[in-house]
């Protein structure tokens, strides 16, 4: 395993959705595809990348063969798939400005394909909008600004999936068919929180994950 961990105590931080900037994408190396965490797999197994991302919770850092991966959303992402010899980064999206989260799309949209659910499929990827503003123009108009990896869908529906979204990667839930509600009224969670709240916010503003949800896709075998 080539990813280093911090495992110092994580501190409480208020969330906000994946804020990633527009990147710069590096080309791995030939020898370096596939071998951050285990031997290449062209066609990795949905458990094999749970299994990687699973190993991610509570990191705090992440490298690939020495080099930094970005620590957003899209770059722990990407990361748990260049561990199988997948570059999320190996697309071209329409806009050239794009952020991770939108290159990942493009990606799929050349390599993989899309579904809305209900159900979601553990190693899927699952897409967010509007997890904040990504043009700064005060408008909920703002498609692709999240991505996290699903790990499993529980009996009531409910989808487990692992991103990191504050201050360090965890397990995060949604629950589309109640896309509105927070938790039970025994204390369960629905969905969580993705979103900032900021008093600018339009009234048609979502919070929780399950308002915020775009899409999922699959890019890796059965």
């Given at each position: 395993m080539r990813f280093l961990f911090i495992t110092s105590t994580i501190a409480m931080v208020t969330l906000v959705g994946c804020a990633t900037p527009p990147v710069e994408r590096f080309r791995p190396l030939a020898s370096e595809t596939g071998t951050c965490c285990g031997p290449l797999q062209h066609r990795p197994s949905r458990s094999a990348i749970v299994q990687t991302a699973v190993k991610l919770v509570g990191a705090k850092t992440i490298t690939s063969n020495g080099r930094r991966i970005a620590y957003d959303c899209a770059g722990v992402t990407r990361a748990?798939?260049?561990?199988?010899?997948?570059?999320?980064?190996?697309?071209?999206?329409?806009?050239?400005?794009?952020?991770?989260?939108r290159i990942i799309h493009a990606h799929i949209q050349q390599q993989?394909?899309?579904?809305?659910?209900?159900?979601?499929?553990?190693?899927?990827?699952?897409?967010?909008?509007?997890?904040?503003?990504?043009?700064?123009?005060?408008?909920?108009?703002?498609?692709l600004t999240h991505v996290g990896i699903v790990e499993r869908q529980e009996?009531?529906?409910?989808?487990?999936?692992?991103?990191?979204?504050?201050?360090?990667?965890?397990?995060?839930?949604?629950?589309?068919?109640?896309?509105?509600?927070?938790?039970?009224?025994?204390?369960?969670?629905?969905?969580?929180?993705?979103?900032?709240?900021?008093?600018?916010?339009?009234?048609?503003?979502?919070?929780?994950?399950?308002?915020?949800?775009?899409?999922?896709?699959?890019r890796v075998g059965n």
């Open positions: 748990v798939f260049l561990a199988h010899g997948i570059d999320l980064y190996d697309g071209e999206p329409d806009d050239s400005d794009a952020n991770g989260v993989g394909t899309f579904h809305q659910g209900p159900v979601a499929h553990p190693g899927d990827l699952v897409f967010f909008n509007n997890t904040w503003d990504f043009n700064r123009d005060g408008k909920v108009n703002d498609p009996p009531n529906g409910t989808i487990v999936f692992i991103s990191r979204v504050a201050g360090a990667i965890e397990r995060y839930h949604m629950n589309l068919s109640l896309p509105h509600v927070h938790k039970t009224s025994d204390g369960r969670i629905l969905n969580d929180y993705l979103r900032r709240k900021d008093v600018a916010d339009p009234s048609n503003t979502g919070y929780l994950t399950g308002e915020l949800f775009a899409r999922f896709a699959t």
